[in-house]
């Protein structure tokens, strides 16, 4: 299921546009008095920003949504996979995005592809475990394995 903007988030995003567009209307006035454009144009140029302004909006109005998932924090509990054997550390996929992860607990190294759990973030790292009963995904095989024992 998709995403939806609030009534909440839609005010707030008209809102904050109330300024450009009135900056706009004042200067495209402004204008017209100097260059003698004609009103119809300068009313048409009104109504095109605030067109751009309504065209624009299911694009960004995440930016302007209270209450959504972010932050470093809200990384705690997520699940993701691991990228390559962190012993102790390595990199981690959560979502989309890749993150420089370390094991939480000091015990066997993690394989790569296994399932992880955030269970804290410090700096820019996260702490992970590996999920119990986890096996590496299919293709995703640990990078011990690939590498050859003299």
């Keep these: ?11 707030r995003y008209a809102a904050l546009q109330v300024p450009g567009i009135a900056l706009f209307s004042v ?5 017209s008095k100097w260059f003698d454009a004609p009103g119809r144009f300068v009313w048409a140029c009104i109504a ?11 694009f960004v109005w995440r930016a302007y949504a209270t209450g959504l998932r972010g932050g470093l924090h809200d990384l705690r509990d997520r699940c ?4 390559e054997v962190l012993n102790p550390r390595g990199w981690v996929t959560l979502g989309h995005e890749r ?7 000091t015990g066997a190294p993690i394989p790569a592809g296994a399932r992880v ?8 790292e996260v702490q992970v ?5 986890a096996t590496p995904e299919r293709g995703a095989e640990s990078t011990a394995a690939q590498t050859p024992q003299p």
């Design 80 to 83: 993701g996979t691991a990228d």
């Design 129 to 133: 475990t590996r999920l119990d009963g």
């Design 117 to 124: 759990r955030v269970v804290a973030v410090h700096n820019l």
């Design 27 to 31: 200067a495209a006035l402004a204008a």
């Design 1 to 11: 299921m998709r995403e939806r903007p609030d009534l909440r988030t839609a005010l």
């Design 99 to 105: 993150w420089r992860a370390r094991c939480a607990d």
């Design 48 to 58: 095109l920003w605030v067109v751009k302004d309504i065209a624009m909006f299911p």
